[in-house]
């Protein structure tokens, strides 16, 4: 019991975010049960097995997120060019030896570990870590072609680049994600129109070599734009028609209000219901109103990730919490998408919903970063208000955060230092804390 | 602008803009659901659920003393898939379930299966059949214990996929009646009765459930209603005796086929149906109806002309007939008779003698002016139709008609002996039987009740034809058939224990490919027996080999005839009245029987016609027959001391279980006969369960 009050007291951040990613797992739990029934027979398991692994990874997963959020999230700004430097390499280990799923090159096996998870996660991560770094040192310059937008578009176009032959539809989506925070960093217009007509020739390009040449998957890629427009053969066998023709029955036999927890018929028709396709499950459980309710959640955490960015003072921060949280919903929000028949099947999942092991723990740093710039706001408010009315802030019921304040002054003294504004004097100093340069306050 | 306030207000658009995208989501279900929701929920509806069909158990064939002659047992056919076993415990388990195999089956080695096993897993197959076999039953349940199989299909790769099949008890015997059921291919009883013991499949809704199971939804089913069974009147024990009679004679003279009939008279029921064709190797197989194949019959249908002149009164069988010596000419054919010399007689006697020329002149001179008298008789006899046995298969016969291209001055007298038409043997065991029952002709019948679930809800009553004579009219049928076994072509025959009648025939065969040049010939004898009181009838006809060396029916069917009727009448001893010769010793003291139940003393002294009173009413009673001080025969309850072994030697079997059981002691019984010793001495004490054994002689 004290323990848990102790763990309680050190939990810091936004208490919605908290409740939201919670509600998420518990979600995950009810819905991966009742899908994996199916997995669970056809692999020989008990049918808690797979309830008891997502139970685990859903577990380790809130230890990454406390974990995470407990670190100074000034820390990420030199972990995310180390890890973005990293993934590079990575990506391109992957493409040439990567374990093949479904086609793509994804997948790789940590040697030590023996944990294998889809170098995309970790490379996505880190480019949007490295983006929000890049994007808040750049403000100055933005609006300039050479000097702001491309320096921020390069890594960007390499990554995406990279992951594009193995899996295209991420590769889109990342793009797309990515030119969402552009958009917040303040790039021109102007110049996200030139990228986006030479995002939509560069593919057009793409596909013709790749079907021209058989290299890569254009026929899958092709397969899915023509299933989704309906145009071909409707006999709703072929995979991914099949797919979208059982969610949407799944949907129809959802109703308002749902069959019920459990009661999915349709789980033993899709293919991965536990997976890609389990927000149709959800909905077929729970009806409209428990779809609802996850997209409410996850724009509930959205709003929240806005507030902390309002608060935050510093740009690396606002850019990091807006950023990470922006595109985690972004992909629910298309993944759902996909099962509504609203876009043509991408093969992404439903963070914290999907079952999953290393994509659950990716979103969970994810998490753990914007509630890591929640938490640092709220110190850093709770400081001020110190500052300007200790006694009313030694006197607060909240001991706790007063505890952890003290803990943290010094760093934070230091980080306030570099809020002024424009100092030349100031920003040689700044260099201490950030390996590559100021963080231009906003 | 304030770039703070730039980056917010992208935010804020950006943020909307994805709140307008979870708010299309939302709609886009909605729409989902209402407007295609009706026929994506048809589709799921037609995915989810699906009929099943619950297979109706197809109906036995028993016989009326509740012998099994056909039953649908399950087997089941074994694959197994190798490629799903995991390596190290096919290692581990291979010698033992080589082992194993090899004492189930006992047909390879240990060494044999484990190669064999080996083989096919190093190829990995996935549908290896087990044995070229199906498995029955227990040999099923056994395997299924095995090691590696009793891991199941999914890790011992063992399939086993079970099938009805049709199964024959007492294999050849009647096979031909009771007929075959093999999918779409049907004969016999089977095919006859198919809609009566195929019964009506059920169904039931089934809804898809986790890993690919169906689950039926309650109250969705229409049970099966399985089939019913059918009882026939078959007696397995005489067609046992006729089958070997009739084969012993077949294969003695090489006979191409045989059919032998036994009809109880007064209801027209088929106790016996044998039909033995020779098979290319030269044995004898029930391959064809041959009781209900059409033939040119030959002297057995000279009952017919007698009978048709005898109910047109234009005879009377102490009439005499003039044989000519066996040679007459009409038209410009002759005909013989087989043994000639015969001159003046009286028609009973010419029919006892078979005379080809006596009747064909009876014949030609009483109908040629008026062939279509004799015709219509033919009609009257029910020859020119279907007998109307409940038994697929039949052809309809053939007779000449006046009028028609192929009739001339010559056929009618040749119709008189039994050529110029066909009728099957079935039609001529009718007509006899007709005569053994006082003239009433009876529908012959196989199946004479239906059960369902061992209750009868069906029976089957016997129908009468027609009747074929008047009282007189038989009388004299009678006679000359009597007549036949007594100083005619059977005189042989005749047992000295019980009386018969009958007719031989003997015919010359033109038939598919065969013509009256190649000496073949078809042998018949059909007759009843008692004379007196008839209860059965039998007709054997055989169908010899070219030039056999024997061909009469009297020296080929007659036997067969006399083998099947001794069979009835020791079954049948104290059923009817007759000169019981094994119970004539009775007067002699000499009991076959000491003790016995009430019940059978009261057929016992039927039998022999004395009537001696019953001390008891209830017939289980077992009783004693002794010999008093006066010579007397008496009757009394046979003393039994209640805890006391009984004395049961010279019991028969059925008594001696019964009063043994009564004491509460296990029988074990050994050999046949009457009861010759008992394990435990009489007068012992008797302890509840105790085994005793009885030794019959």
């Not at chain 1, 030199?78 to 994804?106: H, M, Q």
């Not at chain 1, 009315?389 to 007063?402: F, H, I, L, S």
């Not at chain 2, 039931?204 to 939804?217: A, L, M």
């Not at chain 2, 009958?502 to 033109?510: I, L, Y």
């Amino acid at each position: 019991m004290e323990q848990m009050q102790q763990l309680l007291k050190k939990t810091k951040g936004d208490k919605v975010i908290w409740g939201v990613v919670l509600l998420l797992s518990f979600i995950s739990l009810l819905a991966v049960f009742s899908s994996t029934g199916s997995l669970a027979y056809r692999m020989e398991k008990n049918s808690n097995y797979y309830l008891i692994k997502q139970v685990m990874v859903l577990g380790l997963g809130l230890m990454i997120i406390y974990w995470v959020h407990n670190i100074n999230y000034t820390k990420f700004a030199k972990l995310a060019v180390i890890l973005y430097l990293l993934s590079l390499p990575l990506l391109l280990y992957t493409l040439c030896f990567g374990t093949s799923l479904n086609e793509g090159s994804r997948w790789i096996k940590l040697p030590v570990i023996n944990l294998t998870f889809q170098t995309s996660d970790l490379a996505k991560l880190a480019l949007f870590m490295f983006l929000a770094r890049t994007l808040s040192i750049k403000q100055a310059d933005i609006k300039d072609l050479k000097k702001g937008f491309i320096p921020v578009l390069l890594p960007v176009l390499f990554t995406c680049a990279l992951i594009a032959p193995a899996n295209l539809s991420t590769a889109l989506m990342l793009g797309f994600t990515c030119s969402i925070l552009f958009f917040i960093g303040r790039v021109q217009m102007k110049h996200l129109m030139l990228l986006a007509l030479a995002g939509i020739m560069g593919l057009c390009v793409l596909f013709t070599v790749s079907k021209l040449t058989g290299w890569g998957r254009a026929s899958t890629w092709e397969q899915r734009i023509t299933d989704f427009f309906g145009t071909k053969d409707k006999d709703g066998k072929k995979d991914d028609v099949y797919q979208v023709q059982q969610a949407k029955i799944a949907i129809a036999g959802g109703g308002i209000t749902g069959r019920g927890p459990g009661k999915s018929l349709q789980k033993n028709f899709l293919p991965h219901p536990y997976s890609d396709f389990i927000f149709s499950i959800i909905i077929e459980e729970y009806g409209l109103m428990g779809g609802g309710l996850v997209v409410m959640l996850y724009l509930l955490f959205l709003w929240r990730a806005v507030l902390i960015f309002k608060r935050c003072p510093f740009a690396f921060g606002a850019f990091l919490a807006v950023g990470l949280s922006i595109t985690l919903v972004f992909q629910a929000m298309l993944n759902m998408a996909v099962n509504v028949h609203l876009v043509p099947v991408t093969g992404l999942t439903l963070p914290m919903i999907s079952m999953g092991g290393s994509s659950i723990w990716f979103t969970s740093i994810a998490i753990g970063i914007v509630l890591s710039v929640s938490k640092y706001v709220d110190e850093m408010e709770g400081s001020k208000k110190k500052k300007a009315k200790p006694a009313q802030a030694d006197g607060a019921t909240d001991a706790g955060v007063e505890e952890v304040t003290d803990e943290t002054t010094e760093e934070e003294e230091r980080v306030e230092e570099e809020i002024v504004e424009k100092k030349p004097r100031k920003r040689a100093s700044k260099k201490q804390v950030l390996d590559d340069g100021p963080i231009p306050a906003i | 602008m304030n770039i703070k306030k730039d980056i917010r207000f992208r935010v804020y658009i950006a943020f909307t803009c994805i709140c307008l995208f979870g708010c299309a989501i939302i709609f886009k279900a909605a729409m989902i659901q209402v407007k295609e929701g009706p026929k994506l929920r048809a589709m799921a509806r037609e995915m989810h659920t699906r009929f099943d069909t619950l297979i109706a158990e197809r109906g036995n064939i028993y016989t009326e003393e509740g012998a099994l002659l056909s039953s649908s047992i399950p087997e089941f056919d074994v694959h197994v898939d190798f490629s799903v076993i995991d390596s190290a415990t096919f290692r581990k388990n291979i010698d033992t379930l080589a082992l194993c195999m090899s004492r189930l089956t006992m047909d390879k080695t240990q060494d044999q299966y484990k190669e064999e096993f080996v083989r096919a897993y190093e190829e990995g197959s996935k549908y290896y059949p087990l044995a070229r076999r199906k498995f029955k039953y227990f040999e099923y349940e056994a395997l299924r214990k095995f090691p590696i199989f009793n891991r199941g299909k999914a890790l011992g790769g063992f399939i086993a996929d079970a099938k009805e099949k049709r199964e024959n008890p007492y294999g050849m015997r009647a096979f031909r009646t009771i007929g075959v059921f093999r999918d779409k291919n049907m004969s016999g009883l089977e095919a006859t009765y198919n809609r009566v013991l195929i019964g009506e499949n059920g169904r039931r809704v089934v809804q898809k459930s986790t890993g690919n199971v169906w689950v039926p939804i309650e109250g969705s089913e229409v049970e099966p209603q399985n089939g019913k069974d059918i009882v026939t009147t078959l007696d397995i024990n005489v067609q046992e005796v006729a089958e070997y009679a009739l084969r012993s004679i077949l294969e003695k003279y090489e006979c191409l086929y045989g059919t032998c009939i036994v009809m109880e008279t007064k209801t027209g029921k088929i106790r016996t149906l044998v039909n033995l064709g020779r098979q290319p190797n030269g044995t004898y197989w029930e391959d064809f109806n041959y009781a209900m194949i059409p033939t040119e019959p030959g002297s057995t249908f000279k009952l017919a002309t007698l009978l048709s002149l005898l109910n047109d009164k234009l005879i009377n069988v102490d009439q005499n007939v003039d044989a000519e010596g066996g040679t007459v000419h009409f038209g410009n054919r002759t005909m013989h008779d087989s043994h000639l010399g015969l001159g003046v007689m009286p028609i009973w006697k010419a029919y006892a003698e078979s005379s080809n020329t006596a009747m064909a002149k009876l014949a030609n001179s009483n109908y040629a002016n008026n062939p279509k008298k004799f015709i219509d008789h033919l009609h009257q006899f029910r020859l020119d139709t279907f007998t109307g046995i409940d038994l697929l298969g039949e052809r309809r016969t053939v007779i000449t008609r006046p009028g028609t291209a192929s009739w001339s001055n010559s056929t009618l007298p040749w119709m008189g002996t039994g050529y110029g038409i066909q009728i099957s043997p079935l039609h001529t065991c009718m007509l006899y039987n007709a005569v053994a029952n006082g003239g009433k002709m009876m529908k012959p019948y196989l199946v004479s009740s239906i059960r369902e679930y061992g209750k009868e809800v069906r029976r089957i009553e016997p129908v009468v034809l027609t009747t074929v004579g008047d009282a007189g009219v038989i009388a004299q049928a009678q006679k000359c058939t009597r007549a036949v076994v007594t100083e005619g072509t059977a005189k042989g025959i005749e047992s000295p224990y019980y009386t018969m009648c009958g007719k031989t025939g003997t015919a010359q065969v033109a038939d598919k490919g065969i013509s009256y040049g190649d000496g073949v010939y078809q042998g018949s004898f059909v007759g009843y027996l008692p004379a007196e009181n008839p209860q059965y009838t039998i007709c054997v006809v055989i169908r010899t080999k070219p030039h056999s060396r024997a061909y009469y029916g009297g020296a080929i069917a007659a036997p067969v005839f006399r083998m099947v009727a001794d069979k009835i009448f020791s079954e049948n001893i104290g059923a009817w009245g007759g000169p019981l010769d094994s119970l004539a010793r009775f007067s002699t003291g000499v009991v076959p029987a000491k003790s016995a139940t009430a019940r059978n003393y009261n057929v016992l002294f039927n039998a022999i016609r004395k009537k001696l009173p019953m001390p008891d009413e209830d017939v289980n009673k077992i009783m004693q027959v002794s010999v008093d001080s006066t010579n007397r025969i008496v009757v009394a309850p046979k003393s039994m001391y209640r805890n006391l072994v009984p004395d049961v030697k010279g019991m028969s079997l059925r008594d001696a279980v019964y009063m043994l059981e009564t004491f509460g002691m296990h029988v074990n019984v050994k050999g046949k006969g009457k009861v010759a010793e008992q394990s435990i001495t009489p007068g012992t004490t008797v302890t509840k369960g105790q085994v005793i054994t009885i030794q019959l002689s």
